[in-house]
């Protein structure tokens, strides 16, 4: 079509083809939202069987060193979410650094902020977080995932009322005279 009035010099043809094509790739737009948005929604709940499975992966492997990338994940997620181990803090029992360690203490990001001598020791619980990570990851990542649902929601509803409008300038168009030169191809004075 666009190819035909471009040869024939009618620009209502090219017109026409642009909007096509334009109206193509908004409702692949749209349809890219949706199938994100329903996806989203489908696989929050399978969120925590794969949380559950990563973080028994890395517990298993924090040896306790600074450079080690999961003993500092362990670490940073333990004191930015106010939480010690898997379940509750019981849960480093048993880890290889647990055993490995004999000092029947948590790593020191386990002590709560107010504790100012905690050591980490399983002897004093009080000064341990007692919730644990995972609960507090999943709430957290299916938190994430429903402002992302709800983004791609609105800007799905905000490109919907945009097509809606398009469609009722182009069709109220016909009826305006102002558009009438542009369609029988007179020119202006």
Sequence with gaps: MG???ITSSKTVLVFLNLIFWFVIILLLVFVTEVVVVVLGYVYRAKVEN???????KVYKTYN???PDAASRAIDYVQRQLHCCGIHNYSDWENTDWFKETKNQSVPLSCCRETARSCNGSLAQ??????EGCEALVVKK???IMMHVIWA????????LLGMLCACIVLCRRS?????ELLITGGTYA
């Design 3 to 5: 190819q035909c009035g």
């Design 50 to 56: 794969e949380v559950d499975r990563s973080i028994q």
């Design 64 to 66: 306790g060193t600074n």
């Design 125 to 130: 619980p009080a000064d341990l977080y007692a």
């Design 141 to 143: 990542l299916q938190e």
């Design 152 to 159: 791609a929601l609105a800007f799905a509803a905000i490109q």
């Design 175 to 179: 009826r305006d005279p102002a558009y």
